[in-house]
């Protein structure tokens, strides 16, 4: 292990952005194959597979491969520059105070308001399209899933990104986040692969009565 953590490092050193491309589209891929697992085990608990009741859980490769495109595309070149940006333009354009908590907080809303909502419209959409679907049902996937999505992790990120600004080096930050991304791709995979579930619509209509209690 110590020596797998020298080699990345290395590697790192020399190669950031590739680095960092690479272990984004290997760990979202690892987590789609988590988030079939769930569905799958999940679903033949529920009797939900009807006559598939016993069928062998089997690997879709195909999406393992379109979900580790998601991470090498995107997560780990946005993922990379987002991070880096982010440090030097509160440290240096702010001038504040490196790990103080104003710029942990600062780090922490600006995460949390652009880069959050944005990767989730990216994976859902680009997951939508990678499926053949048109632009009519794209949208309507994303409207299904973005909202319930955004409620959920907006009560884990926060937490997972204050130790992150606190205390993880900005070279390191896109590692730390992808260890946890191992769960979020689990995650956003299975609720994609959720459709019309109901919890989806319970969560919608709470905010829809704030909204109009509000």
């Not at 991470?71 to 240096?92: C, M, N, Q, S």
Request: hydrophobic content about 45%; some cysteine.
């Amino acid at each position: 292990m110590l020596r797998l953590w020298k080699w990345y490092q290395n590697c790192l050193a020399l190669h950031p952005v590739k680095t960092q491309v690479i272990s984004s589209g290997l760990i979202w891929g690892l987590g789609d194959v988590s988030a079939q697992a769930v569905t799958h085990y999940t679903a033949k608990k529920h009797h939900h597979l009807h006559s598939n009741e016993n069928k062998e859980f089997a690997i879709n490769w195909r999406r393992v491969a379109t979900t580790s495109l998601f991470g090498f595309a995107f997560v780990g070149p946005v993922g990379h520059f987002w991070y880096e940006g982010l440090d030097r333009v509160i440290r240096l354009r702010f001038q504040m105070q490196p790990k103080s908590l104003r710029f942990v907080a600062t780090k922490v809303a600006l995460d949390g308001i652009i880069f959050g909502p944005l990767d989730l419209l990216v994976f859902f959409t680009y997951m939508g399209y990678s499926t053949g679907k048109n632009t009519a049902q794209v949208i309507e996937g994303v409207k299904r899933d973005f909202l319930p999505a955004l409620i959920l992790e907006g009560g884990i990120w926060p937490i997972v990104q204050v130790a992150n600004f606190r205390y993880i080096p900005v070279r390191y930050q896109l590692l730390y986040v992808n260890f946890f991304c191992l769960l979020d791709s689990s995650f956003l995979s299975w609720i994609e692969q959720q459709e019309d579930a109901a919890w989806k619509q319970w969560l919608k209509n709470i905010v829809r009565l704030k909204e109009q209690k509000e």
